[in-house]
């Protein structure tokens, strides 16, 4: 459990670090236009999603496989 708890503080602290390297881009959207938009959490949430729906789409391929063949 304790390992756990240190790839979630790990991989939270990566994806916040990265997620602030777009803070330059939202500054100039908020004095251009005034709304506060963070670009890089929008970015980064596009990011994961398309990594979760990449291992969903690994794990569907095996199951189907594996139902479709029996082999492993």
């Known amino acids: ?6 790839i979630y503080e790990f991989l939270t602290e ?8 777009f803070d330059g881009i939202s500054e100039k959207i908020f004095e251009k236009t ?5 670009v890089g959490i929008i970015v980064m949430s596009i990011i ?3 990594f979760v729906l990449f291992f969903v789409k690994l794990i569907l391929q095996f199951v189907l496989h594996f139902l479709a063949t029996g082999d492993m």
Do not use: V
């Open 1 to 6: 459990m304790e390992k756990l708890k240190e």
């Open 34 to 38: 005034g709304a506060k938009i963070n």
């Open 14 to 21: 990566k994806f916040f670090k990265l997620a602030g390297k």
């Open 48 to 50: 994961f999603i398309l």
